[in-house]
């Protein structure tokens, strides 16, 4: 009997082309005429072209394959997608936000070009990535489905509100160390809820355009989108684990310090045994979501499984 390799294996084998065409795409969007200054650019260029797994981009393209479609009429988006995610890195390195000086194993991008550099860096990354899906994703109508979807998972109410409400418990954290502390139950559900918005709207966004740009149907836009709400819950427990215990050199940033500021985290609320437990059913629950999409959902299932392997 044929079996469907799901393995981790499966998506890094399936990863390898993909990432090859993402990165040569983001190539030629930063490729930008003389009136964009030099500094600027190499900014730009400098977190964007950075060595990392492209996860979002390739959850776009897997998704559309996942659907019955060639991958290459997303590619748009799934650079569109990596240009958000970028810019959202950039500006939450800053001092006054996380304030971190190392990215994806080079200095971040304030701390090789100035905060002010950074900050249009980040400025002109997430206008460029409406740009992207607006211009080349067809036709209109999908386009504009994208660009809706995209806007949404990046504004006020999901990833900028997610990481608004994170700095915003890590002040309540600290006011709290000398004091009361809030039960068990109250903390964790705090944690899902920017999580849930900070990381997986995102990832859910990157799987509903996929799906947008295949002409999905109604059933298959329902599992990407819940296959990756699980996804980006296990995705941010195993990042908090990695802080705990990861190697720097691997992780291509600091760790540990998500501790030292006193923020809330999965191992911190629920302990590592736990938060590995939770990990595990949120990925279980999350490959069972893609039912409707099998046996063209292997690669996802296999990314599933990497998330989770992560930190072992």
Same mark, same amino acid.
């Given at each position: 009997?044929?079996?469907?390799?799901? =393995?981790?294996?499966?998506?890094?084998?399936?990863?390898?082309?993909?990432?090859?065409?993402?990165?040569?795409?983001?190539?030629?969007?930063?490729?930008?005429?003389?009136?964009? $200054?030099?500094?600027?650019?190499?900014?730009?260029? /400098?977190?964007?072209?950075?060595?990392?797994?492209?996860?979002?981009?390739?959850?776009?393209?897997?998704?559309?394959?996942?659907?019955? +479609?060639?991958?290459?009429?997303?590619?748009?988006?799934? +650079?569109?997608?990596?240009?958000?995610?970028?810019?959202?890195?950039? /500006?939450?390195?800053? $001092?006054?936000?996380?304030?971190?000086?190392?990215?994806?194993?080079? $200095?971040?991008?304030?701390?090789?070009?100035?905060?002010?550099?950074?900050?249009?860096?980040?400025?002109?990354?997430?206008?460029?990535?409406?740009?992207?899906?607006?211009?080349?994703?067809?036709?209109?109508?999908?386009?504009?489905? +994208?660009?809706?979807?995209l806007a949404r998972a990046a504004g006020a109410t999901h990833l900028v509100g997610g990481q608004a409400d994170d700095l915003a418990a890590q002040s309540v954290?600290?006011?709290?160390?000398?004091?009361?502390?809030? =039960?068990?139950?109250?903390?964790?559900?705090?944690?899902?809820?920017? /999580?849930?918005?900070?990381?997986?709207?995102?990832?859910?966004?990157?799987?509903?355009?996929?799906?947008?740009?295949?002409?999905?149907?109604?059933?298959?836009?329902?599992?990407?989108?819940?296959?990756?709400?699980?996804?980006?819950?296990?995705?941010?427990?195993?990042?908090?684990?990695?802080?705990?215990?990861?190697?720097?050199?691997?992780?291509g940033k600091r760790t540990g310090k998500d501790s030292h500021r006193g923020k809330l985290t999965f191992p911190g609320v629920l302990g590592p045994e736990a938060?590995?437990?939770?990990?595990?059913?949120?990925?279980?629950?999350? +490959?069972?979501?893609?039912?409707p999409l099998k046996p063209r959902a292997a690669a996802l299932e296999g990314l599933a499984h990497y998330v989770l392997e992560r930190h072992r």
């Amino acid at each position: 009997m044929h079996t469907v390799d799901t =393995s981790s294996e499966a998506f890094w084998r399936a990863a390898e082309p993909m990432r090859d065409e993402v990165n040569a795409a983001l190539d030629r969007y930063t490729s930008y005429d003389s009136g964009c $200054p030099a500094e600027l650019r190499d900014a730009i260029r /400098h977190s964007l072209l950075a060595p990392g797994k492209r996860l979002r981009p390739l959850l776009v393209l897997m998704a559309t394959e996942a659907c019955g +479609c060639d991958r290459s009429r997303a590619l748009p988006a799934a +650079c569109a997608v990596e240009m958000v995610h970028t810019y959202s890195l950039i /500006h939450d390195d800053l $001092p006054a936000m996380d304030d971190d000086d190392v990215r994806r194993g080079r $200095p971040s991008c304030h701390a090789a070009f100035g905060e002010a550099t950074a900050i249009l860096a980040g400025d002109a990354l997430l206008a460029q990535a409406f740009e992207v899906l607006a211009r080349d994703t067809s036709p209109p109508e999908t386009a504009a489905k +994208c660009c809706v979807e995209l806007a949404r998972a990046a504004g006020a109410t999901h990833l900028v509100g997610g990481q608004a409400d994170d700095l915003a418990a890590q002040s309540v954290a600290s006011a709290q160390s000398e004091g009361t502390t809030k =039960s068990v139950g109250s903390e964790l559900a705090q944690l899902e809820s920017i /999580h849930r918005r900070k990381t997986g709207a995102l990832l859910s966004a990157c799987l509903k355009l996929g799906g947008l740009v295949a002409g999905g149907d109604a059933r298959q836009l329902e599992a990407l989108e819940t296959f990756g709400w699980h996804l980006g819950l296990a995705f941010q427990i195993i990042d908090d684990l990695l802080d705990l215990s990861g190697d720097e050199t691997a992780l291509g940033k600091r760790t540990g310090k998500d501790s030292h500021r006193g923020k809330l985290t999965f191992p911190g609320v629920l302990g590592p045994e736990a938060s590995t437990q939770r990990a595990r059913q949120l990925i279980e629950d999350a +490959c069972q979501a893609l039912a409707p999409l099998k046996p063209r959902a292997a690669a996802l299932e296999g990314l599933a499984h990497y998330v989770l392997e992560r930190h072992r």
